[in-house]
């Protein structure tokens, strides 16, 4: 799993793609058309598969609460949480509650940042 951003892909392409001040003039007005074609492919292909720049960011607990009720939908999630029915932790509930909103993108995107390790969680779709 890539945990690249997209604005890792971006930055990575101005880096290449920079002009170098010593080369020739030819070099760099006329390039290699079918080099850049590829760069180019290669490029859009790692920028579609890249995580958005601002991914969700939840506590460890809520994550690992997301993690075991995976299989509900993010209202369903919520509507748990507010109703006191979710299990684990006397807080949770209340910890869920206090982060919906990023909960519910983090659910909604299936993908979120876990605020104490950095770890980057991805839901799998069902096979």
Avoid: C
Wanted: glycine fraction near 2%; proline fraction near 3%.
């Amino acid at each position: 799993m890539s945990e690249e951003t997209k604005q890792d892909v971006f930055n990575e392409v101005m880096d290449e793609w920079q002009v170098d001040e010593t080369m020739p003039d030819a070099n760099w007005k006329y390039p290699d058309f079918k080099l850049v074609r590829i760069k180019e492919k290669r490029f859009k292909d790692r920028y579609d598969a890249a995580l958005p720049d601002d991914i969700p960011v939840v506590s460890k607990d809520v994550s690992n609460t997301m993690r075991t009720y995976h299989f509900l939908w993010w209202k369903e999630f919520l509507d748990k949480a507010y109703d006191n029915e979710l299990s684990g932790d006397e807080d949770i509930n209340y910890k869920v509650r206090s982060e919906s909103a990023e909960v519910a993108r983090a659910l909604i995107l299936g993908v979120w940042r876990v605020a104490e390790t950095g770890e980057i969680v991805k839901l799998e779709a069902e096979k």
